[in-house]
């Protein structure tokens, strides 16, 4: 495959985890990098996209000028599963697929939902602060036992964390529109409509995708209508809730406790949020384990040996794009 170049502009695919790169190595594919955080300029990744047979991404934008000149680009992996940084109406049009990497995520999100939520219900951040500036304060906990969990979007994260919720003696409540019944049926989750999760949960955790239709979802009129006290979890995208009107139900004390590993604007500089003791912060690292990145890694350079082989790769977000152009196409003759 030494005539294919791939492209990778993720911060952690290869660099903590090896095998997922030497993979691509041993099929001796000529690799491009061009990290998000290194500081390199648009043009010098444009010319990369120019000779980029597969595009490994993570959540850089991507949008239809980058791929505008694009030649060879017959794929986009993405390292993870949200693909709201890519503009798939562009990719699609211009034939490149896009996959994703479900299932490497959902033990690892899960897990730091729990984690958020017990630092809010048992305010293990201020105690350990408080800990270890030589004070033995107490800090009055939330027990979670018998206590409502409002999940929002049932897919592969939110089942996991309803797992775990479940370990912990939670009662579960789900809304998701696209949920088969029968699904959440089998998972003995009770199914309810948003407004009656909004107000008979006592946590509510986010895991819908960020989409159109889930972009503010949660605004001044659904945080009125939470219960007073109410716990809110997000690891999704922070743009699934309006800070804005989440800020001003933390200060009134409508809502208890925010945790959050996403924000509208990432890294979240200067957001009012981070001012306030009643909000906990993780930087975006849901799916950041050694476990979950080697199982991501591995999923992304199987979609692209795949494609370089001419065949279909399993999870392709946009199959459409094969009416767009015939695969596969011709690999890179000037490649170095
Ligand atoms: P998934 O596709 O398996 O599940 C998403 C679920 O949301 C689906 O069941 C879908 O039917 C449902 N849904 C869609 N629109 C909805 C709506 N309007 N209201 C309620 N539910 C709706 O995806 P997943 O693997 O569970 O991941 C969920 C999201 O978590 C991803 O889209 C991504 O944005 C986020 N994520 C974050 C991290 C992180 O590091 N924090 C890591 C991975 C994923």
């Known amino acids: 495959m030494a005539k294919y170049t791939v492209l990778i502009t993720t911060r952690s695919f290869g660099k903590i985890v090896s095998e997922p790169m030497e993979r691509l190595r041993r099929e001796r594919l000529h690799i491009l990098e061009w990290r998000e955080e290194t500081g390199l300029g648009?043009?010098?990744?444009?010319?990369?996209?120019?000779q980029a047979d597969a595009w490994i991404i993570g959540n850089f934008k991507i949008d239809a000028q980058l791929l505008e000149n694009a030649?060879?680009?017959?794929?986009?992996?993405?390292?993870?599963?949200g693909v709201d940084n890519i503009d798939i109406p562009a990719a699609?049009?211009?034939?490149?697929?896009?996959?994703?990497?479900?299932?490497?995520?959902?033990?690892?999100?899960?897990?730091l939902t729990m984690g958020l939520l017990l630092s809010l219900a048992r305010k293990i951040p201020q105690a350990d602060a408080s800990v270890k500036s030589g004070q033995w304060e107490r800090f009055l906990g939330l027990g979670l036992p018998g206590k409502i969990m409002g999940i929002i979007g049932l897919g592969h994260i939110g089942q996991n964390v309803a797992r775990r919720a479940k370990g912990f003696d939670m009662e579960i409540l789900a809304y998701d529109p696209y949920l088969p019944e029968e699904i959440a049926r089998k998972l003995g989750i009770t199914q309810t409509d948003f407004d009656t999760l909004l107000r008979k949960s006592d946590v509510i955790s986010l895991h819908a995708p960020l989409t159109p239709e889930t972009e503010g979802l949660i605004?001044?009129?659904?945080?009125?209508?939470?219960?007073e006290g109410v716990l809110v979890v997000n690891t999704s995208?922070?743009?699934?809730?309006?800070?804005k009107a989440l800020y001003q139900g933390l200060?009134?004390?409508?809502?208890?406790?925010?945790?959050?590993?996403?924000?509208?604007v990432e890294p979240p500089l200067g957001s009012p949020l981070l001012k306030l003791p009643n909000v906990v912060a993780t930087p975006h690292i849901g799916s950041y384990t050694r476990d979950g990145l080697r199982m991501m890694g591995n999923l992304v350079v199987d979609s692209v040996l795949k494609v370089f082989r001419g065949e279909?790769?399993?999870?392709?977000?946009?199959?459409?794009?094969?009416?767009?152009?015939?695969?596969?196409?011709?690999?890179?003759?000037d490649r170095p």
């Open 219 to 227: 605004g001044e009129r659904e945080l009125s209508l939470m219960k």
């Open 42 to 50: 648009i043009d010098d990744l444009k010319e990369k996209v120019r």
């Open 71 to 81: 030649p060879r680009l017959r794929v986009i992996a993405k390292h993870g599963v």
């Open 312 to 333: 279909k790769p399993e999870f392709i977000i946009n199959p459409e794009a094969y009416r767009y152009r015939s695969f596969p196409r011709k690999a890179n003759p």
């Open 92 to 111: 699609t049009q211009k034939g490149i697929l896009v996959t994703i990497a479900p299932g490497a995520n959902d033990q690892a999100v899960a897990d």
């Open 237 to 243: 995208r922070g743009k699934i809730i309006q800070e």
């Open 251 to 264: 200060t009134s004390g409508k809502v208890a406790g925010y945790a959050t590993d996403v924000f509208e």
